[in-house]
């Protein structure tokens, strides 16, 4: 074998070799979200978080760890607050889940747009994906709030080019067998509906990960 064709073949096995220590190295899920993910009102070990890491075990995603820092209350703009601390272990893919709550409080949707542009342009910054999970507004007294709200989440994932999972609760929304008493809330067989319908895109953006070589990025500052 010529020199050159050494040099070839120890260049492939090393790049080889990082891809399969990429690959190796579980990769940093983070729930970006309010109390529809944070398991609120539910037992411990169901809710959204628990059920998407079943549902990806179950894909053959056991190399994933999931850390769920959504806090129930929270809106988008308690949410740009608190980047700092969602972010203190890294990230590699992060679901953004925001909004209902300023919804429910008439919050104009440009400041909504705003902070949700915030959070994703820090994610990105970050060197994480970014599934973007959209919600739809209730109807108002304003009839031309449902559809500024509804145009939020398109808009947001189109332009910082992060996947879209249109609405967070479709499926379990309005059904009560999915939901808890309050109609809000999605209870422990919602949470796993979601998680399934959900976990196929997740898994998607993980296969890109492992292409692109990349695990458990640190936080930047």
Known sequence: MSGAARLLAACLFFFAFLASQAAAQPKRVVIFGDSLT??????????????????????????????NTSRAGDTTAVGVDRIPLAFSRGADLVIVELGGNDMLADEDPRA?????????????????????AGMV??????????????????????????????????GAFGDRRYMLSDGEHPNEAGSDLIAAKMAPMVERELRTLDRQGRYARAPRH
Do not use: C
Not at 112 to 132: E, F, M, P
Not at 150 to 170: E, H, K, M, Q, V
């Open 38 to 67: 944070s398991g609120f009102d539910l037992p411990e070990g169901t809710d959204f978080g628990w059920a998407l890491r079943k549902r990806l075990s179950r894909r053959g995603r056991g190399d994933v760890q999931i850390m």
């Open 112 to 132: 909504v747009y705003r902070n949700l542009d915030t959070i994703v342009r820090h994610s990105k910054a970050q060197g994480a994906r970014v599934i973007v």
């Open 137 to 170: 507004a209730t109807p108002k007294r304003d009839p031309s709030y449902k559809p500024r709200f509804d145009a939020i989440y398109p808009t947001l994932a189109a332009r910082n080019g992060a996947a879209l999972y249109p609405f967070f609760l479709d």
